[in-house]
């Protein structure tokens, strides 16, 4: 088993196996075609860009003042979350591979916050995918979907423990 985070003076070591740096890589890519258009998205027309880029204004009756805030903020929010996607993959670039095949990488704080950032653009996006709603009953095994939501539970742990890492929290 692999001992995950291990608390630094600047910031936090973590370790990742081999498949687990790949399919980082591999959702970082699929997430990076929800920030590749120029043009806000037209609502509705996908569930998954609709919850990455949520609503200002929720009253229908002001679709011309939402219209007027997307083009005004949607380069510059897609923008800012392509870069945090990609600060992901630069750490992971930047990781040493140990003798047991794990990936090592050093995170400062500014490395952590990037890191939440886009494990949690990355679970919104599969979270849609998935319909993961507040109350469900539990996945089972042979459940289609069982290793989908195996990838969003270890997601929710790794944002969890960097979460826990910037608190503070030694447990």
């Given at each position: 088993m692999i001992e995950r985070f291990r608390r630094r003076t600047r910031g936090v070591e973590l370790a990742l196996a081999p498949v687990?740096?790949?399919?980082l890589r591999q959702l970082v890519a699929q997430l990076e075609e929800y920030f590749s258009e120029d043009?806000?998205?037209v609502r509705g027309e996908d569930p998954v860009r609709d919850r990455l880029f949520p609503r200002a204004f929720l009253d229908p009756t002001e679709d011309a003042?939402?219209?007027?805030?997307q083009s005004v903020v949607y380069s510059d929010l897609a923008k800012e979350r392509s870069e945090t996607a990609q600060a992901l993959i630069a750490t992971l670039d930047a990781g040493t591979v140990r003798r047991d095949e794990t990936l090592s990488v050093q995170l400062s704080v500014e490395d952590m916050e990037r890191w939440i950032g886009a494990l949690n653009d990355i679970r919104l996006a599969l979270g849609v995918t998935l319909e993961i709603k507040e109350e469900m009953p539990p996945i089972g095994e042979d459940d289609p979907r069982a290793a989908e939501f195996a990838v969003y539970d270890w997601l929710?742990?790794?944002?969890?423990?960097?979460?826990a890492v910037l608190m503070g929290d030694e447990s």
């Open positions: 687990e740096v790949s399919l043009a806000p998205p003042a939402e219209a007027d805030y929710t742990y790794l944002q969890g423990g960097l979460v």
